[in-house]
């Protein structure tokens, strides 16, 4: 199980800190509702090697058989790899790539009329809810994959 963890884990981590990195910044001037759904399906994207990774460890490591438990747990240790990619990404991009988008982004959001008192957003902290996001959509993911892909005797 370590060997399948730590191989698409990896893939996850690369590919979400390749893909989220880039459309952060190739998104640059775009609408952040727009920018919104692209983080999403990258998110989404990124999180693709859950399933092939379970399906690896069941076929090639557990000689064909996966409980759902177990299904679930190697699904959940490739959603921390992909997620600490994303969450990397993400304070990368807000420290060193653009580190004024809180400024902008709070400018936005009053210029649309939201009346509300904005927090004063610090790159840690979003990096922190970025990992979360990631884990729960990896959650779901990991939940549907060991569902779709368990076999027992």
Do not use: C, W
């Amino acid at each position: 199980m370590k060997s399948t963890v730590i191989r698409f884990g990896a893939l996850g981590f690369v590919l979400g800190l390749l893909l989220f990195l880039s459309g952060l910044y190739f998104g640059q001037g775009m609408d952040y509702s727009m920018g919104e759904v692209i983080g999403y399906a990258t998110m989404i994207v990124s999180l693709i090697f859950v399933y092939f990774g379970i399906k690896h460890f069941r076929d090639r490591e557990n000689g064909g058989q996966l409980s759902f438990g177990k299904g679930l747990t190697v699904g959940l240790l490739i959603s921390l790899f992909t997620a600490a990619g994303v969450a990397i990404a993400d304070y990368i991009y807000t420290t060193l790539i653009n580190p004024d988008f809180f400024e902008s982004y709070k400018a936005v959001m009053i210029a649309q009329g939201h009346t509300g008192e904005l927090p004063d957003y610090g790159s840690a902290s979003v990096a922190a809810l970025m990992f979360l996001m990631v884990l729960i959509i990896g959650l779901i993911i990991s939940l549907i994959s060991a569902l779709m892909l368990q076999r027992k005797n």
